[in-house]
């Protein structure tokens, strides 16, 4: 089974403006959760998208929004960069069927940097 | 607010010893709880996990101890290999909230 792939691995993006990320989760999974890592804040969370619908959200303010498709795949949007956004986004799959005991499968993130 | 704190930021022990890694959580809410295991340019895979109605769970050579009174989490590794080296998360849950811990980063020497 292939594993979960974000596209892209790394990004460079000035402040002010928009990016895109795009995760691809393990086939027939129906849940994807986005996470954002700082050094020394660890994981946090920033929303569930499961069957096309956001069923979980995180302490993040409205500039960071998502969608998922009905193939599963999932889009997380940061609109406005700031500074403090440069971090690694991870997204994690899982088939949403058991809740938090559900064993999450993470990409291998995509590393954001705002100049 | 850190609900969850891993306290050292990197451990360093001998192959073959015991690793202990440690977590401190602030919710008493919390009811769940996870150990994830992190190399280098990839994303974090699922190690182990413990529910508050117990507070001993085994899988080989991973142990995890909950004890809810100290509200602290810890993983034990036995023996250590060098292939263990790798940033470790713990995380606690309730209902729909997952908080991750900061990571401990640990490197096993041959």
């Known amino acids: 089974k292939a594993g979960v792939t974000q596209t892209p691995r790394y990004l460079i993006k000035t402040r002010g403006q928009q990016v895109t990320l795009s995760c691809s989760p393990i086939?027939?999974?129906?849940?994807v959760s986005w996470y954002q890592q700082t050094p020394g804040q660890g994981l946090q969370f920033l929303f569930e998208?499961?069957?096309?619908?956001?069923?979980n959200k995180g302490n993040f303010p409205g500039r960071f929004s998502g969608r998922q498709f009905s193939n599963s795949r999932s889009e997380m949007n940061v609109s406005t960069l700031e500074l403090g956004d440069s971090a690694l986004y991870l997204c994690?799959?899982?088939?949403?069927?058991?809740?938090?005991?559900?064993?999450?499968?993470f990409g291998p993130g995509t590393r954001l940097t705002v100049l | 607010d850190q609900q969850v704190k891993q306290n050292s930021p990197s451990l360093s022990v001998q192959e073959g010893r015991i690793s202990i890694l440690n977590c401190d959580y602030t919710?008493?809410?919390?009811?769940?709880f996870l150990w994830y295991k992190k190399y280098p340019a990839e994303g974090p895979t699922f190690l182990i996990s413990?529910?508050?109605?117990?507070d001993k769970n085994e899988d080989g050579r991973f142990t995890v101890f909950l004890n809810k009174s100290a509200k602290h989490l810890s993983l034990h590794i036995v023996p250590s290999q060098p292939g263990d080296s790798a940033v470790y998360f713990c995380?606690?849950?309730?209902?729909?909230?997952?908080?991750f811990g900061a990571g401990t980063r640990l490197t096993v020497k041959p």
């Open positions: 413990i529910s508050s109605i117990k």
């Open positions: 998208y499961f069957s096309e619908t956001q069923r």
């Open positions: 086939s027939g999974h129906r849940s």
């Open positions: 919710n008493s809410m919390f009811d769940y």
């Open positions: 995380a606690a849950s309730w209902s729909n909230d997952m908080r």
């Open positions: 994690a799959s899982s088939a949403g069927t058991s809740g938090r005991e559900d064993t999450q499968y």
